[in-house]
């Protein structure tokens, strides 16, 4: 029986169209190969100085950027990017330099964010790009709201929020301060975190909220539900 016009018209749109999915697919896979390769790159490179740890740098921007191209909308791509600006900002001479790639770090973790707006994480490293960049502006108090919102457990939020309120607690809103304090709590009683918050509280002159904040979490877990 003969084939008629149109099912051959709709074979060959099929094969275009599994043609077109192998591509993008090996062009993803080829992306987060790059990806990898260059946070391989960003991490040999802190054992680096000077020049040598320059070259790494770019080299670690330049896949970056190629990978950025193939999927400018892809939220990890971009906020790797707003990492290496980041970086390359905290090595930069003070001045027109060091804020031509903090703006441009915030740029990209606010791409992120636009992208991925329930990533806590990300959110959080906006406010301390945010805080280093501008001081304690409304944007870092809403980004940092924004992450203890949307990830009141993850360790890299715990981190940095408490990092960042134990520096300018003085300044923030009181019902922000509820919320940080109960993630300095948290931050203390994790294993991972609790050595490089003890670390902070003591440049911050905080070792004794700290000790509250472990008084306060044993008695909770005597008598659950004292302190919520």
């Known amino acids: 029986m003969p084939i008629s016009t149109h099912s051959r018209l709709a074979a060959l749109f099929m094969a275009c169209l599994m043609l077109l999915m ?5 062009s993803r896979g080829w992306a987060d190969l790059e990806r990898l390769t260059s946070e391989k790159i960003t991490e040999k490179a802190r054992n680096l100085q000077n020049d040598d740890w320059l070259r790494a740098w770019e080299k670690s921007l330049s896949l970056m950027l190629r990978v950025h191209n193939i999927a400018p909308a892809n ?3 971009t906020r790797q ?3 290496l600006y ?4 905290r090595h930069a001479a003070a001045g027109p330099e060091r804020e031509q790639y903090q703006k441009l770090a915030l740029e990209h973790f606010a791409g992120a964010s636009q992208r991925r707006p329930a990533w806590a994480a990300n959110w959080v ?3 301390q790009a945010r805080y280093r960049s501008e001081g304690l502006d409304k944007q870092v108090l809403i980004a940092m709201q924004r992450a203890m919102e949307l990830g009141p457990w993850e360790p890299a939020v715990l981190g940095g929020i408490s990092r960042l309120a134990m520096i300018n607690w003085s300044d923030l809103p009181s019902e922000l301060q509820i919320s940080a304090w109960q993630s300095i709590r ?3 009683a994790h294993r991972d ?3 490089r918050i003890q670390k902070w ?3 911050a002159g905080w070792s004794a909220y700290l000790k509250r904040a472990q008084r306060e979490n044993a008695r909770e877990r005597q008598n659950p539900g004292t302190y919520r």
């Open 22 to 26: 192998a591509v993008l697919a090996g």
């Open 75 to 77: 939220a990890d791509y």
């Open 81 to 83: 990017l707003g990492l």
């Open 86 to 89: 980041s970086t390359r900002s």
């Open 125 to 127: 490293t906006y406010a």
């Open 186 to 188: 948290n931050a203390v």
């Open 193 to 195: 975190l609790s050595g």
């Open 201 to 203: 509280a003591a440049s």
